[in-house]
């Protein structure tokens, strides 16, 4: 029967792929924010795809969570700290390595952020311009 270790090597793995998948999300959000400065915004494809890289970032902090499980408390804290873009945590070049990948993630999550909030901007002046062009139609038709 085998038993459960941690794997290291998984966990590393885990967060190179959330930094390619949060790229990719990040390319997704630039296209978002472009469309939504267009009098015709489409969004269902994109929305779509991001959600689709989204789902599968859920899976890898699902994998790196369940690899945690499998250390003891002291060991875990640590991994831990070091996940929540602590760089002072690391003591060794294989967990800078994984501290700058955590550092990257959340660069990246920071410019989409910024990027959806510049796309709902967009939005919400072009519903609050349609809200008026609308009450207008309505006044002259009366």
């Known amino acids: 029967m085998k038993t459960e270790e941690f794997d290291p090597q998984l966990v590393t793995t885990c967060l190179e792929q959330k930094v390619t998948l949060f790229t990719d999300m990040l390319n997704i959000s630039k296209k978002i924010e ?4 267009q009098d015709q915004v489409i969004l269902d494809d994109l929305l779509a795809k991001r959600k689709i890289l989204m789902d599968r970032i859920d899976k890898c902090n699902a994998l790196i969570g369940r690899e945690l499980g499998y250390l003891p408390e002291t060991q875990r804290l640590h991994w831990q700290t070091m996940l929540r873009d602590n760089d002072d945590a690391a003591r060794d070049e294989g967990e800078k390595f994984i501290c700058a990948l955590v550092s ?35 006044r002259k038709n009366l």
């Open 34 to 37: 472009v469309q939504t400065r």
């Open 104 to 138: 990257k993630s959340h660069e990246l999550c920071l410019k989409i952020a910024d990027l959806n909030r510049v796309a709902n901007a967009n939005l919400k002046r072009q519903r609050d311009d349609l809200k008026k062009q609308l009450k207008g139609t309505k």
